[in-house]
């Protein structure tokens, strides 16, 4: 069974920086891709950031293209979001998010900006 554990989210002001992780577990292979979405209120969870694991190869939305960098997503089945200049927009739950058979999410963590 694998377990997406996220964590790293909080309260920061605007300009400011967070850096989310997320650690798989219950596998024993690297997951192709690693994907980080987030879900802010009343609105749809969408696609912040992906990375794949053979060539290391990210891409962003274009909200958080600049600002946002995407890492890990290697053996260890760990990825890392570092989130630079954030803005109160930025506001939501982040998730954790594999493919393998299935979609496989995280709890989420909080991202807070305020302004």
């Known amino acids: 069974q694998v377990q997406l554990v996220e964590s790293g989210g909080g309260l920061v002001q605007a300009g400011g920086s967070l850096r989310l992780s997320c650690a798989a577990s219950?596998?024993?292979?690297?997951?192709?891709?690693m994907d980080w979405y987030r879900q802010a209120p009343g609105k749809q969870r969408e696609l912040v950031a992906t990375?794949?694991?053979?060539?290391?190869?990210?891409n962003y939305a274009d909200s958080v293209q600049g600002r946002f960098t995407i890492s890990g997503g290697n053996a260890k089945n760990t990825v890392y979001l570092q989130m630079n200049s954030l803005k109160p927009e930025d506001t939501a739950v982040y998730y954790c998010?594999?493919?393998?058979?299935?979609?496989?999410w995280g709890q989420g963590t909080q991202v807070t900006v305020s302004s």
């Open positions: 990375i794949t694991s053979s060539a290391g190869r990210a």
């Open positions: 998010h594999v493919l393998w058979m299935m979609d496989y």
């Open positions: 219950g596998i024993r292979f690297t997951f192709n891709q």
